[in-house]
């Protein structure tokens, strides 16, 4: 018995020869083959979308998700499969998508999927879903098929929405685009993207949110805070139970407050106040429009009139959407008055430098006041001092 649990010397050799064939053969497992194997599939898969071949498509398995989203233009959509699940008859890969919309995307948009998948009796894969993973929001396409109108400077993906809707809406954005320039500059893309799901809650699913906190809001853009060089354009989402509700003054007011933070986002960082970003937003979307500081405040001016002019400037807080109603109102109306103040009293072209100056900073302590001092030659204290008799005298 002393010999047990040893192999003698040539049947070790033989046995180790044997483990390494089975263990390291072309340096995969067989779970490592099965995910090279999904990975290939889904390279198949991502050709057909960019080659717009609904049969290439349909030999990969699910073809539904082809039809959704075909009329949408990209330029890349790629696949990378970071891990494959195997439970009971069940597979499934993470895996991460990327892609860009052409003429618009200068980097890729990048979310995490779950891909469920099925083999045949001779081994070869199938696609039988591709959803949001877990923590991931929807794509437009998740919420049904896209339409797409393309405007002069914009273009326009709906779900559930007329032809003739998504019209309006590049038209707008079309109107918007050189509205923001002349106040802004040129120094941005000068092209938006708008995304129009059918409801409110096709809204929420897109930024990933409930839809509380988008009741009343008519549109939300999305993109990297302070994003330099190339970066995924932003997308201004529409909520068209909100939008329906506005005058086509309104309307455009919308549409162009939101272009300015596409064109602003290079210089809005965390040193950005709400009350300066929002308030500069509103400053642009009204800056043509006509509307005395009582049609366009009117929240605001009721306070005033009841005596309660603001002590300060909006904090961030006084912005959440999930908040009272009439306090977020009074937010952006004091945000915009705090900005129409500054091109009344320095000039437009200070006010642009105040922005620029304020979002130069990398941190929020010390940025307002910082730029205060550089661009305006005042303090904060003066400033607010001086913004609350202006508050009262143009609402009172």
Known sequence: MAGRGRVPGTMAAAASLLLASLTACGGHSATDTARDQVQRLLDSRAAA??????????????RAPYTKLDAVPF???????????????????????????????????????????????????????????????????????????????????????????????????????????DAWGTDWSRRVVVLVPGSLDGMAALLGSPADDYRGIAA?????????????ADRVVVNPDAYSLLGPLGRQVVLTHETTHVATRTHTDAATPLWLSEGYADWVGYRRSGRTPEQAAPELQHAVADGQVPAALPSDKDFGFAGDPTRLAQAYEGGWLACRMIAAHWGEDRLDAFYRAV???????????DALRTELGTTLQRFTGQWREYVRAQLG
């Open 49 to 62: 979308v960019l080659h717009h071949d609904p049969a290439a498509y349909a030999t990969t398995g699910d």
């Open 75 to 181: 330029t890349a959509w790629s696949y990378r499969v970071t891990a494959l699940h195997r439970s009971g008859g069940r597979t499934t890969a993470d895996a991460d998508l990327s892609y860009r919309v052409t003429g618009y995307d200068t980097a890729p948009v990048t979310v995490g999927r779950t891909v469920t998948l099925s083999t045949t009796a001779d081994g070869k894969w199938y696609v039988d879903s591709d959803r949001p993973a877990r923590g991931f929001a929807q794509q437009l396409w998740d919420q049904g098929t896209v339409s797409v109108v393309r405007g002069r400077s914009s273009i326009v993906l709906g779900v559930g929405q007329s032809a003739g809707a998504l019209r309006g809406y590049a038209g707008l954005a079309d109107h918007a685009v050189p509205a923001v320039s």
């Open 220 to 232: 939300v853009t999305t993109g990297e805070a302070g994003g330099g060089g190339r970066a995924p």
């Open 359 to 369: 979002g130069a900073h990398q941190r929020r302590a010390g940025a307002v006041e």
